[in-house]
């Protein structure tokens, strides 16, 4: 029978730790924009802020790097995006998507979403 070292089981929890979102963190419910500014930005990951790439911006606890659902409640329409960024910081909202990620979702301003970790 094959044992499993105690620092093997901290190391892989470790990890998984990395981009698993916190219990109390998701899922959430409220008001998602999308950035309106231009590519190139550093965001909070070092990435470069790209238009056309599924990534968002959400608050801490949600480790960057995370991946979540976001479901646009009015239309039904889902997309899968990488949280790379903080923000947004305007009360009410809870996550800023990119232009790509607002067009996969069908809205360009503001909308109404459920946001759940993968």
Known sequence: MQTTSIKTILA??????????????????????FYDTSSGMQTASGQRLNDHALT???RAPVP??????????????????????????LAGRIIDLTLAGAQALGFSGLARVHVESL
Do not use: E, Q
């Open 56 to 58: 968002a911006a959400m």
């Open 12 to 33: 892989v929890a470790g990890a998984l730790s990395f981009v698993a979102a916190p219990a109390n963190a998701l899922p959430k419910t409220g008001i998602a924009s």
């Open 64 to 89: 960057l790097g995370t991946r979540v659902r976001v479901t646009n409640l009015g239309n039904g329409r889902v997309v899968t995006v990488t949280i790379n960024d903080r923000g947004p910081f």
